[in-house]
């Protein structure tokens, strides 16, 4: 074993000790971020190669710094991000919110597809849309200004940024000065906050310590922003266009009555994620 590999060896033991998730993968990720290397070429890494910042990169994932700050990057669906402090880190669980979404807006009998992201954080749902839909326009709205640094720097780096408005502001207030866009929109996804403020000794460090609250807290049962999604959803959305929104996995029995018929919903439903926990809802704009 070389010195890498070894030194890696005992990074995992060091973080499975600290309570990090994935100590393994994360050891792996930090050595090759430092090293310059693809994690499975660790061990192409010559001895007299090993640098020493790779135990102070330890040092800050032992301490709970989510492993997406260090590196800088964040890896959703066919994109890399660039994340740090002061916007959300994509989970992997909405990239199965987003493949649903894709698939229902290739499903529809629309030459262009018009898209809306409201809470976008990083940019990673409008760009994957943008990126996988090649015929979409997709507009995205973020309300934290230090969230939208790294917006904007997604979006300026991405090859369907042309396809991508960015708007600076309240997801829950989407278009509301602008009756033009109402009832236009094929799809509307977000992944708001959802977290109780009740929960939040719960919350894992990673998060509670370094997302932002805004993108994590909703209220007292978490649902606040939901139901604003619900409003805006209402009012762009054309008859047949189609609503999803991300929630926690304990809110799945609540989310979908939300979404109810006497408020021109149809087809209301909740889906389950990778992990069989349920992740999403979906509902349909009623046709009259």
């Given at each position: 074993m070389n010195l890498l590999l070894a030194e890696v060896a005992q990074a995992t033991q060091r973080l499975a000790a600290a309570g990090v998730p994935s100590p393994r993968f994360d050891a792996e990720e930090l050595a090759a971020h430092i090293h310059g290397v693809k994690r499975g070429r660790l061990h192409t890494v010559p001895d007299a190669d090993f640098d020493a910042r790779y135990w102070e990169a330890v040092a800050r994932r032992e301490a709970r710094e989510p492993l997406q700050h260090i590196t800088g990057r964040a890896f959703f669906r066919y994109l890399e991000l660039q994340v740090g402090p002061g916007v959300f880190v994509p989970r992997p669980e909405?990239?199965?919110?987003?493949?649903?979404?894709?698939?229902?807006?290739?499903?529809?009998?629309?030459?262009?597809p018009l898209v809306v992201d409201l809470c976008t954080g990083s940019g990673a749902i409008a760009l994957a849309i943008a990126q996988e839909v090649p015929r979409s326009t997709v507009h995205a709205f973020e309300l934290d200004e230090d969230a939208l640094v790294w917006t904007r720097r997604n979006v300026d780096a991405s090859p369907d940024r042309a396809r991508v408005t960015l708007h600076a502001g309240d997801a829950t207030r989407a278009f509301e000065d602008d009756p033009s866009w109402s009832g236009r929109f094929d799809l509307v996804i977000s992944n708001p906050p959802y977290i109780p403020l009740t929960e939040w000794e719960y919350v894992a460090p990673e998060a509670r310590d370094h997302d932002p609250q805004l993108a994590l807290f909703s209220g007292e049962d978490g649902l606040t922003a939901i139901r604003g999604i619900e409003r805006v959803a209402a009012r762009l959305l054309r008859p047949g266009g189609v609503v999803v929104v991300e929630h926690a996995d304990t809110q799945g029995g609540q989310v979908p009555w939300i979404f109810s018929e006497d408020r021109g919903w149809t087809d209301a439903a909740d889906h389950r994620d990778l992990n069989n926990r349920p992740r999403f809802t979906t509902a349909r704009r009623a046709v009259p």
């Open positions: 909405t990239e199965s919110v987003v493949g649903w979404a894709i698939d229902a807006v290739r499903d529809m009998d629309v030459a262009e």
